[in-house]
């Protein structure tokens, strides 16, 4: 069926540059006519789907600025959307850019450009931040996994599907930037699955296994044994933190030092904590997080840090044991190794942990995320609702994402708990102290949900998506990454008057939060047992590592103590 003439114009207008009789219509305006003369004369029947005049005329000047921007001339860009009140002030300069956006081209964005060059600032800059700084970087991203932009602080769903978008209408980037991987590029280090592996190195003939009659595992080889062990633990979580270390161990033993598992001594176990320190050659080891099935994911995103480097060790240290007792290999070359710079203790005491005058700034921050830093309103109050619940609590963030408000419960007391399965399957409950309580209140109001307890919907999630149609929840890695988001703010926002706390908070992650529910639950006087049955621990010597003294008031009172000799005190 054909169209009008009108709606043709209208067609026409809607993409690229305004047609003749668009721009005749903008003239008008411009010479002097109101917004209905101009669209009467020039547009007639455009205004019959209910639109006015005024908005034909400024959708008109949005279709020329839209150019402008794909033209890269941000000056034009600003000339065309003035301020209506100053149109006889840009009469001539209109015009003339209206000739010049004529005469460009739109520029074809190249792989070597910087990101900033082709995304909006606010999308940019946190992408940037993490590393990917021209297109190319972030074009071979993009495709290779579901949830590229999780792990970027500062970057959600929406900033994402717009960069989604932007690559979709350039498909020649991702070639060109997969051009530019070096062709002597080693690819040996792939997943496990997809290893191939020799009889030489594969354990079936390892150097140290136990006689075959005397193991109790049906496994012929390294791979089949750990995947044994694997297998006895039931939690999700633990398996993958366990298969990433197992994993990057074969790897290194097979790539690096040419040997099976089975065949490891203690001088390999040696080289391989300095080679957690330091993964060399990186290009072969480390990169940006990636999708398992890509051809840019790597075992490593950087080096690793002493506690980090413990973790790997004991990991490693408990397969070996395993197999042991399985009789699969007569002896564990990690036994009695030793990390510097692992205690937990003392980094935790002083450094993971909000003071109550670091809390108060995160709280007034969190405060005007929507007025003051464009957050969306859902998301500030989902955000503010996280810091008081968690806070309150001291729950992981494995916790909070996985319950439903059907776990919340009040005994014959009237004391309000929190019921939930935890760390290694362990069933407990949490105490909900009335910070938690009137931070839930909030959060079900604003998410439209019933405060009452006998109208909820036990399935729905403690933590809810920013649609309020949905009772679903949100992932624990999109909940650490709305948190870093929060905390890089933070650090942004007081920068100049606190460098120090604001690079703190640069390093800060989410179970911070159960660092300082402790340490400020013990300082305002709860018992270290209190403390300990609410943090689920299984030792009071675990929990006791948050009570460390106020070093401002040591400081001070070791400053009288010692003053200059001849001072008065």
Known sequence: MKSSPS??????????FPGVAALAALRAWYAGLNATEAIAQYL??????????????????RQLADQARRCRRDDLVQLIMHPTSERPKHVRAVMAAIDVLRGLTVPRPLVTDAVERWLPARIAKPIRAHGLRTLADLTVRVPRRRRWWASIPGLGATGARQVEAFFASHPSLTAAARALVPLGMQHDVVPWERLYVSHEVDGSRGAFRAPPATCILDAGNDYEAVQAWLSLHESAATQRAYRKEAERLILWAIVERGKALSSLTTEDAVAYRAFLRHPVPRGRWVGPSAARSSPEWRPFTGALSARSVAYALSVAGALFRWLIQQRYTLGNPFAGIKVRGA???????VTRVFGEGEWAILRAVAEGL???HEWEAPAA????????????????IGELVGTTLGQIEADVHGDHWLRLVGKGGKAGKVALPPLARSALERYLMQRQLPVTPTLWNPKTSLLGSLDLESTDGITATRLWSVMRRFFLKVAEVIEADSPALAEKLRRASPHWMRHTHATHALARGAELTTVRDNLRHASITTTSIYLHGDEVKRARQMDAAFAVRGSVP
């Not at 709606?7 to 690229?16: P, V």
């Not at 109050?381 to 992981?396: E, H, M, N, P, S």
Request: hydrophobic share 40%.
């Open 44 to 61: 007639p029947h455009s205004t019959g789907a209910g639109r006015s005049s005024r908005a034909i005329l400024g959708g008109i000047r």
């Open 343 to 349: 205690s937990r203790s003392e980094p935790l005491a």
């Open 7 to 16: 709606a043709r114009i209208l067609e026409e207008a809607s993409q690229g």
């Open 381 to 396: 109050q989902r955000l503010r609702f996280v810091l008081d619940f968690a806070y309150a609590t001291g729950l992981r």
């Open 370 to 372: 929507e007025w003051v």
